[in-house]
């Protein structure tokens, strides 16, 4: 645009060289324009309040003004000014050198000047205004290339499956917001079939929180090979961090060891939230004094001990679920949360009961705050029995198990034919009833499909995992998506009426059915993952029909 | 794209009732084919529309969606839906997904043409 009207100008007086030439000043805050050497005009410079009264075109020489500008006007060379004004604002000004002919400027010339500056005025607002928003959409396509980066740091170190362990039953849940925080969670498997939870959140977001976030995780995993006990951990890894930590970083985290046999769980914790304990009597805090990693060095870190008996479990969180807000500013809050964990009786899951009161507190429109992660550890009820499907993760109660088969189909419409195929191929041996074996396919079936069309979207490049795990008394088929898509919803019972009178789509049928072909089902969420379980009872007189 | 794996084939049984046989897959694929022999079973404004199952090798949660749509058409043209030929398992999605009670199910073609003719 400056070129352009150097030219055009050059043209009009006849020169063929520029001798000094004409310029344009940007007033300062606009974006810069190429490539042309020019000054800026500070906007406090009393050259921009004089602009705005004086209009057209002014000899420099009679601006009496203490202006840095007109002195800059003057040291080079310029004789007549034309302020470029649109709308107010001072755009920049058109500067002439002396005329070639050594004569004053004409008012012909001036009357000229004036009329290019009001036309070239507009078309170098729209120009500025289409670079500025060139610039800024170049900036948001930056940010959410780093947003990309982080997600994916994130969740490929994020535990791709839960521990299976016979008596207990973990579930994790993990959503990042939209700025990815740097929430973490690690599942350690230790020798004597020990395992080792870490929950952590380093502070700050994005890309340097993703990357502080895999060192801590990758220190925490080789110190916790090094040392049995969990204060000895943290020291060890505060103590590797903090020399590289950046400044005004640092990691909150918690880090326990279950023993499984005994349900003795020792923990540790570096300033991260505190995690409750639920029996069938109280909510107990599980306190451990300490200060987060990396802040400084030569820490101490407490360590304390609980014993999970059966029915008991504790839950691990981050504070993207205690501080999130919901639209009259108020927070989510430690006390509720502990109300919550204390009026939670079973039925869906904690996390599942906590997500639906979240998703209640804060209204549909959410923007979500921070990361949620959400981590239980479960003993089962040794009194319980069974058969009570109330009970999630039965499967995992059950000591032996052998893998009959796992395999992986593309997200491709009519897939789930193959699902049912192989599946019926597996089973063979088990002597399933023909009827159940058909409830089992058409279960099968239906959640590949959700799989497919609500995990993965319908992107073939994104596979549906199968796996078939049995044992002496239960089958389980276990359908993982890639989660991007919408969460599993409980299954609700469709209502026909409802359909048929055009008040409810006539679809929805998939999660009603499945819950109804089998014996037990339920949904395990693992940071990207969507999993349904499946569960049919071998032997006996079983009969899912039992549920008519 | 599913490709729809479904053969229909209409019947003209009496100016009351049609008979849609269906063979093969009833999932989201087979719409059109459903819906048009629909149409074509109700084009001589037959009273009844009989569905044979009895060519039926998978149907899914789609496809019970697409019954419902026939259904919706059909409570609009003030026609009745019934059902022969099921499986005990298919019998059992329409009692889970209360289908039955919309699509009344017969045992035999007979038996649902004479309660057709009997309307």
Redesign the interface.
Known sequence: MTTLIRNFWQSLIGQSKPAPQATVMPVVQRPRLPPKPSHEIAPNDPLVAYFQNARGSVEVDRINLDSPAVRALKAAGVRMTVPLVSQGDLLGLLNLGPRLSEQDYSSDDRGLLNNLASQAAPALRVAQLVRQQQLELQARERLEQELRVARLIQQTLLPKELPSLPGWHVSAYYRPARAVGGDFYDFLYLPDGRLGLVVGDVTDKGVPAALVMATTRAILRSAAQRWDAPGRVLEQANDLLHPDIPPKMFVTCLYAILDPQNGRLRYANAGHDVPYCRSSSEVKELRATGMPLGLMPGMSYEEKEAILAPGESVLFYSDGLVEAHNPQRAMFSFPYLRTLVERHTGGATLIDFLLAELAEFTGANWEQEDDVTLVTLQRADTGQAATDSSQPGHAIRDKEWRTLAEFTLPSEAGNERLAMKEVTAAVQDLGLPPARLERLKTAVAEATMNAMEHGNQNRPELPVGIQLLASETVLAVRVTDQGGGQPIPDPHAPDLEAKLAGLQSPRGWGLFLIEKMVDEMHVIRDGGHHTLELIMYLGGDNNASAKL | ???AKVITNVRKMSDKASIVDIHG?V???AENSLMSAFNQASASHARAVVLNFRGLE?M???G???L??L??RA?RQGQKVMATGL???YR??F?????N??IHIYDTEAQALAAANAM
């Open positions: 794209m599913l490709q897959e999932n989201a694929a998978y899914n949660s789609s019970i969606g697409l419902v749509t259904l919706i409570n499986s005990d398992h059992q999605i009692e889970l997904t209360r289908l009670e919309a």
